[in-house]
């Protein structure tokens, strides 16, 4: 077990880091505009935030880092965007998978490639593939993704299967998610004011802490990364029982 780096909390137990952290980055556009930027300036600043809280994730041994980087509902702004979105990212996995797969980071996509540009589905093949073998940190991007769509195809896949209604289990969905193996997320991040889930991990998310910020996704800086950490490992997580008892009790 960790303990926090300068901190630590009187007369609790050794507090917990999160084991998986999950981000909604959000507020890329409202940067741009404040700065009279295009958006897609936004979307690169945001892309190029992603190495310092990657970097962080690795200090602190979190097991599971899983970034919201394009949702299905996505789909709906101006083609302009959407394309100059997927050309970042295009670069971004050709720069940065190499270092990905030195450091130790596994990434594994959450979501569909159906409809995404074949130069950019290759390279996600590409970077999944080439980081297989790594287990530092899982790096899942939730790209082309939507929660609900991943419920209906885990449903289906069941259904399929000739799985009996009465064999249906929690366990037994969890396992046909994008997530399959990997601990629910711990924590959720939100940047940008925005209080709400878009989508995003719905059945993972039922027990997770949430952490929201005023602060835009490309402003997110590794110490206030660290900070929502070291909030959340103030908290006191319950699962619907009793409060865990304290020294004092
Ligand atoms: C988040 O930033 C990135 C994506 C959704 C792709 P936004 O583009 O949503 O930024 P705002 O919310 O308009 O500021
Ligand atoms: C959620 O942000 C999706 C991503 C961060 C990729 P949005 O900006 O799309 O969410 P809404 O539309 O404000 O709920
Ligand atoms: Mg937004």
């Excluded at 394309?83 to 990905?100: C, H, N, P, Q, Y």
Aim: glycine share 6%; hydrophobic share 45%; aromatic share 8%.
């Amino acid at each position: 077990m960790k303990s926090a780096d300068d901190d630590s909390i009187p007369g609790e137990r050794e507090p917990a880091f999160p084991r998986h952290v999950a981000i909604i980055m959000d507020g890329n556009g409202r940067w741009a505009a404040e700065r009279g930027l295009p958006r897609a300036e936004g979307h690169r600043a945001g892309t190029e935030n992603v190495r310092g809280i990657i970097e962080a994730c690795l200090e602190a041994d979190v097991e599971v880092l899983t970034l919201y980087a394009f949702s299905t509902e996505n789909w709906l702004r101006p083609r302009e965007e959407i394309d100059a979105l997927f050309a970042i990212l295009s670069d971004v996995i050709d720069r940065e998978t190499d270092e990905l797969r030195r450091v130790g980071v596994r990434v594994r996509h959450l979501g569909s490639l159906d409809g995404v540009p074949e130069s950019l589905a290759e390279r996600v093949r590409y970077a999944v593939q080439a980081t297989q073998n790594n287990d530092r940190l899982v790096l899942n991007i939730a790209f082309n993704y939507g929660s609900r769509a991943e419920i209906v195809g885990a449903v289906k896949r069941i259904v399929a299967d000739g799985i009996d209604a009465s064999k249906v289990s929690e366990a037994m969905i969890s396992a046909n998610l994008f997530t399959a193996g990997l601990a629910d997320p711990d924590l959720i991040i939100r940047t940008a004011g925005e209080m709400r889930l878009s989508n995003f991990l719905l059945w993972q998310a039922a027990y997770a802490e949430y952490w929201c910020t005023e602060v835009y996704w490309p402003d997110l800086t590794p110490a206030l990364f660290r900070t929502a950490l070291k909030d959340y490992m103030r908290r006191q997580r319950r699962f619907g029982g009793l409060p865990a008892p304290t020294a004092a009790t």
